[in-house]
């Protein structure tokens, strides 16, 4: 018996919009980087993108769970001798909420070509609008416990 792997020809790509409004960051996330991986298909294949497009709408309206709001601290380096910078999770749903579920879902995915690949169909917003009518998105409702 022989293993049928994927190639880029046999996957098709889909396009889904999920509705953000009320979800848990991480939980959200990890279905995210589930269905950009690939992992919902019976074709998924660990070195090919199977994955479909992701299209998540009101990311000003997810939320955290206990006191992570407030408790929660985001990190990046400038590259320079003490050029760290911090930012609770509270500024950063301020001022662009999109970037605390970016964050997220890179956690979630590999971290080499193939993952900044998935991640490039990560599409975002923060409104309820997008500019994706054109594919013909599905509404993915997901069920988060």
Do not use: C
Request: net charge positive.
């Amino acid at each position: 018996m022989k293993t049928a792997f994927a190639k880029k020809t046999d996957v098709e790509k889909k396009w889904h919009v999920i509705n953000a409004d009320g979800m848990v960051v991480g939980r959200l996330a990890s279905r995210i980087a589930m269905i950009l991986r690939g992992k919902n298909k019976p074709i998924y294949t660990p070195h090919t993108d199977t994955g479909d497009f992701v299209i998540v709408i009101n990311a000003d309206k997810v939320r955290f769970t206990g006191n992570k709001l407030l408790k929660k601290t985001y990190y990046h380096h400038s590259g320079y001798p003490g050029g760290i910078k911090q930012e609770i999770a509270r500024d950063i749903m301020n001022t662009s909420p999109e970037r605390v579920l970016m964050s997220a879902v890179r956690g979630m995915v590999p971290k080499n070509k193939l993952g900044r690949q998935q991640l490039s169909k990560l599409k975002i917003y923060r409104g309820s609008e997008h500019p994706h009518k054109a594919q013909n998105p599905e509404v993915l409702n997901i069920t988060i416990r």
